[in-house]
């Protein structure tokens, strides 16, 4: 079994992925094959923004920056973004590229120990020199040696052509896995058995913000009764127009189109993965973009229609944006479609959709699904949910 790990120092998530791929390597028995890439590289090669964090709207942003924080406190991490972020790192790479094999692994874990907890300029020649030296690779010498250039440009393009678009990157014989949180897909992939779930015990009010027009909130929406109701939590459901609230914070209308080709196949890839990984059924959609306006007015009236909505729009491949169609979903389930559709109707229920979406924005929801514990701390999307599990059972990460 081949097992490859892609990175680039400039990346938190890649160092959080870092510091847990050799403990899954010894317990599957296999290598980790480490694969120093340019992001930047990457990025460019797949045709997106070589700095993400330029084109990202304030609420992704605060997120995406929380999730990282998070995340490695979780992992027993402490992280901090350098002043400077993103810091040059192609001749910290470059070093990596240069060093024996057998010292790689030693010396990203000092790149990154370097860049995300002692904020080190690994820009520095001087800095990266006293860094490297200790592992018999002359840094200076890297940076400039046309063949380890040469080597770095060749592996950055080899994993673009191998479907990487981002870091980190775990590839197990060849299928990629993106993200420090999809390292239990890569346990599975391992032939590991998953780590038993704790059960999270507390008394909190959990809000879910969601739109039937998401994959991921349907994915969520599978698993976030039980998850409250193992927590003792109180659930609430704010179904939201997440079209409208992409217009006002400034993310594209459907962002899966904005993908570049690489990741559309991954994430299509990654929505099985996580519906096999919750064993639930799963079908994309034929009529995806869904038109979701009527059935989120329909659940807004009566919330406990909410699941079967999702099931035959993401198990079932029905157009529930097809009035005739989600009212034989509601008969079928045993709701009342004749009130729930001539209320869908009412300046009321339309007003509080457009309330709940204004709700989302002020709230600082980029997207759905997003959870809500008691009115404070966000957590974005449905591969949060252990998260959200562990702070409504008390836990108050450092960072809210």
Not at 30 to 55: F, N, Q, S
Not at 171 to 190: C, M, N, Q, Y
Not at 206 to 222: E, G, K, R
Not at 388 to 399: E, I, Q, S, Y
Request: with cysteine.
């Amino acid at each position: 079994m081949k097992l490859e790990f892609y990175y680039d120092i400039v990346c938190p998530f890649a160092y959080i992925a870092s510091t847990k791929i050799q403990a899954l390597a010894d317990e599957a028995g296999v290598e980790v094959i480490y694969r120093p890439i340019l992001l930047g590289g990457v990025l460019k090669g797949v045709g997106a923004p070589v700095i993400p964090m330029d084109v990202m709207n304030g609420a992704k942003l605060r997120l995406t920056a929380l999730d990282a924080y998070r995340q490695a406190e979780l992992a027993g991490l402490s992280i901090d973004y350098p002043k400077d972020h993103p810091i040059r790192t192609v001749n910290a790479m470059r070093t990596l590229t240069a060093v024996a094999p057998e010292h790689r692994p030693a010396l990203t874990a000092a790149l990154y120990e370097a860049y995300w907890v002692a904020g080190q300029d690994v820009a520095d020649l001087e800095v990266l020199q006293e860094i490297a030296g200790p592992f018999g690779v002359n840094a200076r010498e890297a940076a400039m040696n046309p063949t380890v250039r040469q080597g770095l440009f060749d592996a950055t393009a080899q994993a673009v052509s191998a479907g990487v678009f981002g870091v980190p990157t775990v590839a197990v014989d060849g299928t990629l896995f993106w993200g420090a949180d999809r390292l239990h897909l890569v346990r599975r992939a391992l032939g590991l058995s998953p780590i038993p779930e704790v059960p999270h015990v507390g008394s909190r009010k959990l809000v879910f913000f969601h739109d039937f027009s998401s994959p991921y909130s349907y994915l969520a929406s599978t698993q976030v009764e039980r998850l409250a109701a193992s927590s003792g939590a109180q659930l609430e459901y704010v179904p939201m127009l997440l079209g409208a609230l992409f217009k006002a914070i400034g993310t594209p209308m459907v962002p899966l189109f904005s993908f570049s080709e690489a990741r559309q196949a991954y994430q299509r890839r990654d929505l099985y993965d996580w519906a096999s990984w919750w064993e639930v059924p799963f079908t994309f959609p034929r009529t995806f973009p869904l038109r979701t306006v009527t059935a989120l007015r329909v659940a807004i009236q009566e919330p406990k229609t909410t699941s079967h909505l999702y099931h035959a729009a993401w198990a079932e491949d029905r157009d529930i944006g097809d009035v005739d169609v989600l009212r034989a979903v509601l008969l079928e389930t045993g709701f009342d479609a004749h009130r729930l559709l001539a209320g869908a109707k009412d300046p009321l229920i339309k007003e509080a959709l457009r309330n709940n979406t204004t709700r989302a924005e002020g709230a600082g929801v980029c997207g759905a699904p997003t959870f809500q514990v008691d009115s404070q701390a966000l957590y974005w999307g449905q591969d949060r949910v252990d998260m959200v599990g562990r702070a409504l059972g008390g836990w108050d990460p450092r960072r809210g």
